[in-house]
């Protein structure tokens, strides 16, 4: 199946052994094409996977590397970008080579995605950040990525925080009159919103009619769940403030930008056709059963210029089923529980750049 097929796969509606048919070799060729074009992956492959061409298995690598190395499948010269994830200064942060054509599949298949959650049409959107927030166009982290990415999918992009993070009240109050009866689209990483945006907004008495609105939120909630916010209680002082806002948080990471799994109405993430996730021991890294916890592996046929498409995060989770889901998507759904114990935290909207 070549990239043109894929791409116009319906994003929710196969079953799992219509997808299977394909993912597997797709994600083998993948596996192939990266071990020819990247001396280091091929060095990490002949390492951990000594019998890799005769046992048929994916390898597998740690996002972790992306933080010591810069793996690319591609020359110096295919570079366009390098996206970064965020991270303290005490934190080594992951590099991300992309060249034009990862790009443009990474676009192609958020738009995919994205649809299906806020429609075709561009709605007025209002980000939970400031302007500033997008720097170096060649080297930028995760909150840029975020952003830009999903700007694609508003107009009258509206910033409702300055640049030190307090809320822009006067922009705010602009937007809401001035679209207020329209369907809108807001956009914010998921520890921003509740610091400078819901607490600020309660701390100061201040609501928004925003009936009308769709959320989409991601990162950060390691730092919510230490200060005990859960996700039922994020989304009911959302709509404190805001009022009975549609609130989606999704799953994603700069590492495997594009197909992003988004949080259906039932409180589950959901597997879009271009990517799959496999829940590995946290004792001997084998596949666990549906419904037992273990670490989260994510795997995408959308990385080509770097080694990405077979990754084992830092992350917990557990998969409740696939196919099967009360929302009516087919395909694996999931929960994300949160950090090993032991990695380092993993960046993105947890801190300000």
Known sequence: MNWDELINLPVYQLEADKKGAFFQDALMKLSKHHYQHSDEYQAIVDALYPDYFSSGKIPTIAVQLFKHHLLKSVSDDEIFKITTSSGTT?????????????????????????????GKKRLPMLIIDHPNVIKDKFLYSARGVGIQGLSLFGHHHTYALNEDMSLNIDAIEAFVNQYKDE??????????????????????????????????????????????????????????VLGQVQVHNFYGMVEQTGAIYVECES???????????????????????????????????????????????????????????????KGKYFHVNGRLAKAETRGCSDTQS
């Open 267 to 329: 409180g589950y993430l959901h597997c879009p056709v271009w990517s799959d996730v496999i829940i590995r021991s946290k004792k001997d890294l084998s596949i666990e059963k549906n419904g037992n916890e273990g670490i989260i592996q994510v795997n995408s046929l959308l990385p080509t210029s770097y080694p990405g498409h077979a990754l084992l995060t830092e992350d917990l989770g557990v998969i409740f089923g696939e196919d099967n889901c009360s929302c009516g998507r």
């Open 90 to 118: 005490s934190q080594q942060v992951s590099r991300v080579v992309l060249d034009k054509g990862n790009i443009s599949r990474q676009q192609k298949v958020l738009v995919k995605i994205v649809q299906q959650w806020l």
């Open 183 to 240: 369907k809108i689209f807001v956009f914010g990483f998921t520890f921003i919103i509740w610091q400078h945006f819901i607490q600020a907004l309660l701390a100061t008495n201040q609501h928004f009619n925003l009936s009308n609105a769709v959320i989409l939120h991601s990162g950060g909630w390691k730092k919510l769940q230490n200060i005990a916010v859960s996700n039922d209680k994020f989304k009911q002082s959302l709509q404190k």
